[in-house]
């Protein structure tokens, strides 16, 4: 693969090796995306994941700011990293797996368009308090996570504000 250095053992994704890039396929076997893989590839606009996946480190999409969804439905993702995809600000839309089991901190925080959230499987997630940090998600309830007026609950506490000036 000419645009990506894929690790020895074929499952995991090293870095992007065209930071120009606007669409890319990953390829079928991967497992993870290592941390700043894909940092600052501004360009960037469509992803395909393969159906494999199951880890996002931190930082891996950071600044990849024309992305505009994120479709991981098909996929075995279990956990996205710190601010994996922060300050991607054109993303509106995340399809998230039935296989989620955690979102840590900051890991869409600053992503400005970021006002669907609905397919987050009705199940316990975690999810930390500024995982959405700076999206103009108004009102979502779910068990592992409540948004009342950009606000965000948790344990009957305020824990963080979701609406943040853009990076």
Known sequence: NKLLQ???DGLTVEKCLDKTIESIVI????TTINE???FDCKNLKRITFPDSLRYIYAFAFRGCCNLELLDFSKTELRNIGTAAFECCH????????ESI????????EKCNNLSDITSLPQKEIGI?????KGCPISDFTHQSLNIK???????NCVTGITCVKPC
């Open 101 to 108: 089991s955690s979102i840590n901190n900051c890991a869409f």
């Open 27 to 30: 390829p079928e076997k991967i």
């Open 6 to 8: 894929i690790s020895e």
């Open 90 to 97: 054109n993303l509106s839309r995340v399809y998230f797996p």
């Open 36 to 38: 700043f893989s894909f």
């Open 149 to 155: 007026n950009n606000l965000v609950i948790k344990d």
């Open 128 to 132: 930390a308090d500024n995982a959405f």
